[in-house]
């Protein structure tokens, strides 16, 4: 390939990562860039929670892919808590320190998409059926044409159509357990129980557990966003919809596991706005080629108790603009990108496994547990680093 920034690239998917990525490729001197992404309506209206470690925040503000105008709710503290006596919220086994800023999945994308130049192609209901590569460039297939670029970022997400190109032998790692997501506006819990402003709640159970915290709407007030993660015995893991199975263990955790409030947060928040998502284990061997790279979930998908998958799509962006700084020739950045950022993704994989067992799958005694315990606990399973994602450069 030719010295110097490419003159196309393709970007396969329109979500944070790919927005990011046509913003620094179209910066780097791309002269052309063009987005596919499948989805015909905004994608906006996703209403889940991205918690963001301050730490991490500063560094993404530094890179000028988001700022300060995106509207956020402050975390301090974490607070666990376990059903265990009358009170409404739960007996708190421990607190600790939780520095983190909570998003709007929807508000950081828009953000995001604002910022992709006008001069980049944004083409929605764009489904890519296919890539071909050769000494000339890669061929994407659409439902009815295909069109030829010097290069792909695929940034479309666990189920990447890149990755399956670039690794046709790797595959996803069904975690054994879901999650449930839901979101409920705050109004709907009013006078339940005090939750004091700031507070991450972590509700743990045997086999599982909740965390919720708040995240702005898009009509200025707040959402309670919460995720639930638990073993459903006997049901599929590969399960999209909430069947009879994961609606009966469901509600089991919602009447006898956890706290009142916590339960009735579930209930309020109604069925048509709870979802459910698979969770999956995978990362590629090398996140880039001559001429394919990949980002985000498309590179690496580690379970969402990392806290950093939003962190992490950002920063793989961040690295590539870095990695193609001075001009470099694309194979050149392409190699120095995989070099930073493979090895993060097999670490936040790891770390995902791990809090998983511990949190999900092998839980401790939490009536028996007090604070010293639970710190000395926490230590041990996310005492390496990277929980809330790793530093840019580490």
């Known amino acids: 390939m030719a010295s110097g920034v490419v003159e196309s690239v393709a970007v396969i998917g329109g979500s944070l990562a790919g927005c990011a990525a046509a913003v620094v490729l179209h910066r780097a001197g791309a002269r052309r860039v063009v987005v596919h992404e499948r989805a015909t309506a905004e994608l906006a209206d996703r209403g889940v929670g991205v918690a963001v470690h301050t730490e991490r925040c500063a560094e993404l503000l530094a890179t000028g892919l988001v700022d300060e105008a995106v509207p956020w709710e402050p975390m301090r503290v974490r607070h666990w808590y376990v059903r265990d006596g009358p009170e409404a919220l739960g007996r708190v086994v421990g607190v600790q320190p939780f520095p983190f800023r909570a998003y709007g999945w929807g508000h950081l994308w828009r953000a995001l998409r604002a910022r992709v130049p006008r001069e980049v192609e944004f083409r929605t209901g764009s489904t890519v059926r296919g890539i071909t590569t050769g000494a000339d460039g890669v061929v994407v297939r659409g439902t009815d044409d295909e069109e030829r670029y010097a290069a792909v970022v695929g940034a479309d997400g666990h189920n990447s159509l890149v990755r399956d190109h670039l690794h046709p032998g790797v595959t996803r ?27 991450c709640a972590y509700v743990v159970f045997d086999g599982g557990h909740l965390v919720v915290y708040r995240i702005p709407d898009r009509q200025g007030g707040r959402l309670v966003n919460w995720v639930l993660y638990a073993t459903v015995p006997g049901a599929a893991t590969s399960s999209r919809t909430l069947d009879a199975a994961h609606r009966a263990r469901l509600d089991e955790i919602t009447d006898e ?31 880039a080629s001559d001429r394919l790279l990949l980002l985000g979930d498309a590179a690496t998908v580690a379970r969402p108790h990392t806290g950093a998958g939003a962190v992490k799509a950002l920063q793989d962006v961040a690295v590539l603009e870095s990695s193609l700084a001075g001009g470099a020739d694309w194979a050149s950045a392409a190699a120095a990108y995989d070099a930073a950022r493979a090895p993060v993704g097999r670490a936040m994989t790891a770390l995902g496994r791990r809090l998983g067992h511990g949190l999900v799958e092998a839980t401790p005694d939490w009536h028996t547990q007090d604070a010293v315990a639970l710190d000395a606990w926490w230590e041990g399973l996310a005492g390496q680093g990277g929980f809330g994602g790793r530093g840019l450069g580490r």
């Open 173 to 199: 790692h069904p975690a054994g357990y879901p999650a449930w997501r839901g979101a409920c506006p705050e109004e709907r819990l009013r006078g339940l129980a005090d939750w004091a402003d700031g507070v």
């Open 257 to 287: 596991l956890l706290p009142p409030f916590w339960g009735e947060l579930v209930r309020r928040t109604g069925p048509d706005a709870v979802f459910l998502q698979r969770l999956y284990d995978v990362t590629a061997p090398r996140y």
